[in-house]
Structure formats: structure tokens, C-alpha cells
């Protein structure tokens, strides 16, 4: 029996041992820093999701999950909420996670030297009530607070004492710039910035490993051309993102395998509501025609997405009717057609609007910021001909391009937002809230668009408990924004990874590659 | 001598200032840093505070100024996008670039000499047509593609060689080598190619020009007549008269070598300085571009100040000429 019980054993090392394996992936940007407070942006908190870990977790399917955190409820009528902390999990230098750390994470994140200071406007106080309670005071109810947290991650606090790095710094870069030390189920053992940033499993993780990986290596390939034939050449077995155009050759490959999806970011059209006259017309130099909300509709009208989808995106993205994708919380189900592709209706609003022959706009477009940004502002600049209102396009890198939106440089304007909370509150707050500066509201709203109940809604919002009523109001805004076109959503931006034919992952809307569910098989 | 020596130091140095402005001028027109260095959920007042830190809300001229002095103190400030001091992230990537440009030259110089002589001794033979032919396509095919074809042939069609990157390297002391492991010498090929190609070739058929001008001399015809073997005549005699115009091209072409690396290290994600300069460029890092393209005109200005320096201890004329100038 006992002898039957010991080979089963040795035959289950064996097996796993067999299955070991060294993975590689590219991507075209590095992750800037290893610190996860100094930067808000998706390659640095994506690549950290597998060292570092925070109270929540999101899962393959994007909901929250337990992870630093057993389990969380309200405190109270919404003055805050109340984290169990998970026990007996260790830092990967082998110091042990408490409240402590907890709580010195917050005061690290929300420092001034953070970027992700935002993430705690709505934090009054945090209270360690013991080793494993804390309590996360809120200045209102705030329903998504766990929600809004995902990728707020714990460091230890004694090592970052140690290594004299208690406060993140950008400008001149400390120890944890170049250095990890967290709780998740990878820890860094080397790091070349621009180079190659290697991984290992930490064997003191706390969950049971679901990946088959002993070493794990990330490099940054730029060149897209060259990412491609590092993966048919098998120089490395995953690649994130792969061309669209080179979809059709890699699917065509029985050795790669391409998996397709779509991102949280919405593409949109933006309107500058609040300018008094159009900047680049040739006739109309003292009136703004999309001040009129029948123009913006006869946009919206004359725009064909599914033509677009279709011959510049491949068929590889999903036209969007909100400000967020179906997939995210608080998406309005009976608000998901968006207004058909109907020149003729565009024509008639035009006319209504009194403009039946047309006008010339300048139309601002980036040219590297997001999937063939600039093939698409040329199909809609077409398209807009065709209905009389001649846009002339102006398509620049994406550092020329927001200081160009800063700046009203613009009649109409190309923006993608994917929503840091996956929460339809995100893009109202930042997008359709009217601009101000204290209350840090609008901050993206370059267009000045207003509308009175949503500024009032938005609040309510924010503090609304009761998913029902939350429900009910994000559905209203999404009406109202709908009905008067504040900006016209055209589709939900593709998401293709490239990979051998040997590994099983999962692709997350959020484009984050989560080795821990990566199997080489 | 002393005279001609300060006033060549001194214009290379004036040469340097003006690339460093110009240099300071454009960077306005890459874009605004800003945006990348703070998150979506940034204010209008996290901009303003960042720009007045940085600097960046003051004239070219002054940020010139501050670099300049900054600079003179071997202080070339911090890389935006990596928080670490541009000084050592430019030390990490020069030996990626300055093997890989020793590796091409090399190639370049041995085998475009070697193709050049046999051309030319066997100017009508098919072969020699043939590569004369073939000597076409590195001077007109752009790096870029050049190097995007190697990689399909050799590493995706044949398997042979890495597709990109370094391979393994070995630290010597504040070196890293990637010559003494085989995966590094496996990089090096595809991308000393692509990026020697075109100095190869150009050397090649200024070598072959130049020899068939040379055998046609009447001292070559007096060396056959004595009956020296052709072995002897073709390189003792006639490639060394070759050389001298050779070796000046060759010396000028070492700079552009270096700098041209960046459209190869682009292809080969070659971790060099050339590389770092690209990505300063998609993300505005002003430290890291300022400091690269006052290296670049160091080197250049170098070499063309060691060039002339030679021209003067070689060519006696330019020393009579001044003499009389004077």
C-alpha cells in the first residue's frame, strides 16, 4: 500500500518534472519601472500582476476575486470597508504579510510622489484594526471601491525601509525601480531594463499553481516585423500584440496559433462642444456646426463601422454603442445599437441643422497610439464626404497629439478611453463630467461637453450602494449621451496575441498576460 | 603646429555647440513628454507641476544652458522613461553597439577588400560579374529590408540563427561581451551583415576601381616583366598603392557605422545605444536624446579632428601652405 502510495507520488513528480518548461514572450514595450506605485500605465501593472499581488484580484473572466484579501464587506451605511487579510502568506524575501504592510502601502501609493494617488481620492483614513483586519475609510459610500483597487499592490514594508525606498521616485529612481519583492507566484531574478526581464516561480506562493513553468523570460521587441518572425522562428513562444495585418499569414501557420479578442478601450469621435467657431474651415469662420446636436447625429449616421471593421481592422473588432464595452460593469444592455449607417438621414439632419451644403472641419488623429488609428480617420473622412462635410485630416505621433488636444487645436477629434475600473463610471467621470480642476473632474473632457443631470448623476453614482439604483442611473447617463451624441462611439479596439501552438493561456480584456495561467504543453 | 592643432580643437568644439543647439531646438517638435510620464488619471495641475520640474516650461535655450553645465560635469541628468542616470544606462548599451559595429567593420574591410582585389584581377571572369552584380543590391536595398530578409531566410525558413537580441553575454568587468558564448557569436551574424553590408560594398568597389587604375601603371608592367610571381605583384605592389584612399574612406565610414546601427538594432532588437535613442524618441526622453546625439558628435567631430590631424603629420603641402599663409 505504502510502497503503491510512494510510486504514485514518484510518478507524479516525474510528470510534472517532464512538463517543466522555459517560456519566452515579447511585447513591444518594456515595463518602465519595477516599482507598481511610481507608474499608472497597462505594461508596468500588467508585467507587476505576476510579481506583486493586491488585496483583490481580477480573474480570467475580470471579476473581482479574493487574493491578498479573504474576504471584504461595507462598513457601516458605506463609511468604508473592512479587508480580512489572508494568513500565513510571505513576501518573497521571506518576510510575512500583516496589516502593516497594508496600510504602508496605501500611505506609499497615495503619496504625492505616486502616480496612482487618484486611485485613493476617496480614501479618508485607513485603520489597522489587527494583524489581519483593516478597515479602508471612505468620505462617501463607494459601492466599487474593491472594484477600483485590482492593481493597487502590496509591498512589504520592511524591505522597502530597508532599501531606503519608502516613497516611489520617478525622477531619480530608488531600489524598487529596479528591484521586486512581492507576494505573487513569480519573483523577478533578473532585470535589464529594455533588455530582458527574467522570472522564476516563488515557492512560497500561497495558491496552488495551475502554470507548468520553471523560468520565464520577457523581452521587449519594438519592431513589430521582428516580433513576428522571433515567434515563427520559435525564438519565442508568445507575442503580444501581433500586426493585424499579419493575422490572415499567422493563422495560416499550424505551428502558431493567434488568439483574438477585444480590449476594454473604446474608439470614439470627440466634438469640441464649448468653441464658439470652427479652427479650420474654409467658409465657417464664426459659427461651430457641432455645437448642434443634429450635426453630431448626421456624423454619427454617415460613419459605416461595420465597413471599417471589416476592411481596415480585419474583422477583428466589435462596433461600440457607449463609452464602454459590453463587458464592463454598469454596460446598458438596451442602449447597445449603435445609430445606422444611413447618408441619406445624415444629409436630411444636415440640412435641418442648415447646412445642406455641407462644411470643411479639421479632423485631429494620432498616428501610433492606437490599431491603424490613422487608416481609420482616413476610411471616416471619406465617409464624411460622402454625406457633404469635407474633413481635412491632420494625423500626428501621439506626443504631438495631446498637447494639440490641450490646446483646442481641433474640430473633431479621435480618442480611445479603456476605463481603469472596468466600471461605466470611469468614462463619465473623466469623459462626459463637465471640466473642473478641483474636484479632479472631466480631466479628458477636452471638448467641454455639459450636461447638467449627468453632472448631477455622477455623484449619486459614485455613492449608490444598491446595484439596482446604480444600475438604473448609469443607464440614464448612457441615454443622455447617447440622445445628444457627446461623442460618437465607433468600435471596441481588438486585442490579438500571438503564441506557439504548444501553450494554453488566457487572454484577459484588460491585456494583461497573467503567466500564472500560461501551460507549455 | 600648436596653431593648427588649437584652432581645429577649437572649431570642433564650436561644431559641437551648434549640433547641441539645434539638437535642443527640435526636441519641442518630437512632443510633450508629459503625457507618457503621468497616468490616464492625471490633472491638469499634476502637468504643470511635472513641467515645472522638469523644466521644461523654459526657453530652448536655457534648457540648453542647463545641460551644457550640467553636462561638463559628466552629469547628463535622468533618463525620463527608466528613472536611472542617462551616464549609466549609456554604459550599459555602448558595448552592444561598439562589438557589434567592430564586427561589421571588420567584415566589411576584409571581405571588401578580398572581393575587391579578385574583381579586379579577374575583371571579366563570370564570377567577378557575378559579385559585381550581386554588389548591387547591398548598395541599393535599404538596411531595414536587407535585415528583415536575413531574418526570414535564416531564422524563420532555415532555423538556423537567432531572429533577435543578443544571445548570452558574459560580464567583464563594466563590459558585456557577447563574444565568448556561442549564442552571442550566433547574433552577431545576421546583424554585422546587415549593418556592414553597404560599407562592404562600397569598400569592394573602390578597391576594384582603384587596383584596375593601378595594374595599368607602368611599374606593374616592369614587375611582371621581371618576372615577380602574380601573387606578389597583385598584393605587394599594386593593393598597397591602393590603399591610401581606402583607408581615409574606411576611417570616415567608422562613424557612420556607429551611427547607422540604429535601423539594424531597430530589426535585431539589438539592445545598443542606437536602440535606446529610438525609444527616447517615442517617448520624448530629452535626457537620453540629448546626451546620444552629443556622443554621436563627439565620435564624428573625433574622427574627422584625428583626420585632419594625420593630413597634416602625412602631407607636408598642407604645413608649406599654412607657413606661407602666415
Known sequence: ?521 | MLAFVIQRVAQSALVLLIVGLVAFSMFRFVGDPIDNMLGQERTQADIERLRTTLGLDQPFPVQYYKFLANAAQGNFGVSYRQGRPVSDILMERAPATLELAAVSGFLAISIGIGLGVFTAIRRDGFAANAIMSISLIGVSLPTFLIGILLIYLFSVELGWLPSFGRGDTVQLGGWSTGFLTKSGLLALILPSITLGLYQMTLIMRLVRSEMLEVLRQDYIRFARARGLRERTVNFRHALKNTLVPVITVTGLQLGSIIAFAIITETVFQWPGVGLLFINAIQFVDIPVMAAYLMLISVMFVGINLIVDLLYFTIDPRLRVDRTKAH
Request: hydrophobic share 40%; proline share 7%; glycine share 6%.
Open chain 1, 1 to 521: 500500500m505504502l510502497r503503491s502510495i510512494s510510486a504514485t507520488a514518484l510518478a507524479l513528480v516525474a510528470a510534472q518534472a517532464a512538463h517543466a518548461a522555459d517560456f519566452t514572450w515579447a511585447s513591444n514595450t518594456d515595463p518602465q519601472t519595477m516599482d507598481p506605485h511610481a507608474v499608472n500605465s497597462a505594461p508596468v501593472l500588467g508585467f507587476l500582476n505576476n510579481v506583486y499581488e493586491g488585496l483583490v484580484r481580477r480573474g480570467k473572466d475580470m471579476t473581482i476575486e479574493p487574493a491578498l484579501a479573504t474576504g471584504w464587506e461595507p462598513i457601516g451605511d458605506g463609511e468604508g470597508w473592512r479587508f480580512i487579510l489572508r494568513q500565513g502568506v510571505t513576501f518573497q524575501d521571506g518576510s510575512a504579510f500583516t496589516a502593516q504592510d497594508v496600510l504602508f502601502s496605501y500611505e506609499r501609493a497615495s503619496s504625492e510622489e505616486a502616480d496612482t494617488r487618484s486611485w485613493f481620492a476617496p480614501v479618508s483614513q485607513v485603520n489597522v484594526v489587527d494583524d489581519f483586519t483593516i478597515d479602508i475609510m471612505t468620505t462617501a459610500p463607494n459601492p466599487i471601491f474593491p472594484d477600483s483597487i485590482a492593481n493597487w499592490m502590496i509591498m512589504d514594508s520592511g524591505w522597502a525601509e530597508a532599501n531606503d525606498a519608502t516613497r516611489p521616485d520617478k525622477d531619480q529612481g530608488n531600489f524598487a525601480t529596479l528591484n521586486a519583492n512581492g507576494t505573487g507566484a513569480f519573483r523577478v531574478t533578473a532585470r535589464e531594463p529594455g533588455l530582458r526581464t527574467v522570472l522564476e516561480p516563488f515557492d512560497g506562493w500561497w495558491g496552488t499553481p495551475e502554470h507548468n513553468i520553471t523560468r520565464a523570460e520577457f523581452t521587449p521587441i519594438q519592431n513589430p516585423a521582428t516580433a513576428v518572425a522571433a515567434l515563427l522562428s520559435g525564438d519565442v513562444d508568445f507575442i503580444n500584440p501581433v500586426p493585424i495585418q499579419d493575422v490572415a499569414r499567422l493563422k495560416a501557420d499550424p505551428s502558431v496559433e493567434v488568439i483574438q479578442g477585444i480590449e476594454a478601450r473604446i474608439i470614439m469621435l470627440g466634438f469640441p462642444h464649448e468653441a464658439d467657431a470652427l479652427k479650420y474651415s474654409a467658409e465657417t469662420s464664426d459659427t461651430n456646426p457641432f455645437a448642434d446636436v443634429r450635426v453630431r447625429r448626421a456624423v454619427a449616421h454617415a460613419i459605416n463601422v461595420p465597413a471599417i471593421l471589416q476592411t481596415i481592422m480585419r474583422g477583428s473588432a466589435e462596433p461600440a454603442s457607449q463609452l464602454v464595452s459590453a463587458a464592463m460593469r454598469g454596460y446598458t444592455p438596451s442602449l447597445s445599437d449603435r445609430p445606422a449607417h444611413d447618408p441619406d438621414a445624415a444629409r436630411a439632419l444636415l440640412a435641418e441643422a442648415g447646412y445642406p451644403d455641407g462644411f470643411s472641419f479639421g479632423l485631429k488623429c494620432p498616428n501610433d497610439r492606437y490599431l491603424n488609428d490613422e487608416a481609420v480617420c482616413q476610411a471616416i473622412t471619406g465617409m464624411l464626404a460622402q454625406v457633404g462635410i469635407k474633413a481635412t485630416l491632420d494625423a500626428m505621433p501621439v506626443q504631438n497629439y495631446w498637447p494639440e488636444l490641450r490646446a483646442d487645436n481641433y474640430d473633431m477629434y479621435l480618442l480611445g478611453w479603456s476605463p481603469g475600473t472596468f466600471d461605466a463610471e470611469h468614462p463619465i467621470r473623466f469623459l462626459a463630467a463637465t471640466p473642473n480642476e478641483d474636484a479632479k473632474l472631466g480631466s479628458w473632457n477636452f471638448g467641454g461637453y455639459s450636461n447638467a443631470r449627468v453632472d448631477e448623476l455622477l455623484p449619486m453614482i459614485q455613492s449608490e450602494i444598491d446595484d439596482t439604483k446604480r444600475q438604473a442611473m448609469l443607464d440614464e447617463t448612457a441615454r443622455i449621451l447617447q440622445e445628444e451624441v457627446a461623442y460618437v462611439p465607433l468600435y471596441v479596439q481588438p486585442l490579438v496575441w500571438g503564441t506557439k501552438a504548444d501553450i494554453d493561456l488566457t487572454q484577459r480584456p484588460d491585456d494583461f498576460f497573467i503567466l500564472r495561467w500560461v501551460t507549455v504543453n
